[in-house]
């Protein structure tokens, strides 16, 4: 089954502790995104990845860090949380192509800082 | 910049009533556009899209949605509500300058049906 998967899916943790929050997808896609989603916001695009080793900064970026060692893995790195990222966090992956491609969502994780 | 506007964070209709959920997009490109929903507790699930070919885009669960250029509008309609509509819906539109993959989302609407 065509799938992305995130772990953990719900994380309470402290502030300034580090955390990682994996993603991986087995569609062998190229193209690899997180977003954060907050009430009245929608979804903002934190990283995005165009293939192994190329990443960039999305919309809201601080306080977060990505790697693509791998094709089917894109993790998402907090290296000292804050309370300001509770947030419910997706990976998305999708085929490169002129965007006309389907882009599918892992299930979330929902992530708490105190 | 590409953007969307979804009018209303909520709509209440009763079941089997139309549903239509409003999106506007501003793009200074031909836009991609997209629809997306979310059940509870679930990720983000495509229910149609729009890729510059036929206006009128028919997907998943009976929705529907036209694309009107000189509207810059994108809303999604259907004809008869069912309780399992119930969830969270999205526009979505890529495109331009920011790149065919990258989404940029509108706020949401949270579509509630009544028995």
């Known amino acids: 089954e065509a799938q992305v998967t995130q772990n953990p899916r719900y994380l309470i943790t402290v502030t300034g502790k580090k955390l990682t929050v994996t993603c991986s997808q087995n569609?062998?896609?190229?193209?690899m995104s997180w977003y954060r989603q907050d009430p009245g916001l929608g979804l903002r695009q934190i990283y995005y990845s165009m293939n192994v080793e190329v990443t960039d900064k999305g919309d809201v970026p601080e306080g977060y860090k990505v790697s693509r060692k791998e094709k089917r893995n894109f993790p998402l790195i907090l290296e000292s949380p804050s309370p300001n990222q509770t947030s419910l966090y997706f990976c998305?992956?999708?085929?490169?192509?002129?965007?006309?491609?389907?882009?599918?969502f892992g299930p979330g994780t929902r992530l708490t800082v105190t | 910049a590409q953007s969307v506007t979804q009018l209303g964070s909520h709509v209440s209709v009763s079941e089997g009533a139309l549903v239509l959920l409003r999106c506007n997009y501003s793009s200074s490109v031909p836009p991609y556009l997209f629809w997306y929903v979310q059940y509870p507790n679930q990720g983000l699930q495509l229910l149609l899209k729009y890729t510059s070919a036929a206006t009128l885009v028919k997907g998943i669960n009976g929705f529907e949605a036209e694309f009107k250029k000189s509207e810059t509008s994108f809303h999604l309609t259907k004809p008869s509500a069912h309780m399992s509509d119930a969830a969270e819906y999205f526009c979505a539109v890529s495109g331009g300058n920011t790149g065919f993959q990258k989404l940029v989302f509108g706020t949401g609407t949270r579509l509630l049906v009544s028995p």
């Open positions: 569609m062998n896609h190229e193209y």
């Open positions: 998305a992956s999708s085929a490169l192509d002129r965007g006309i491609s389907e882009q599918y």
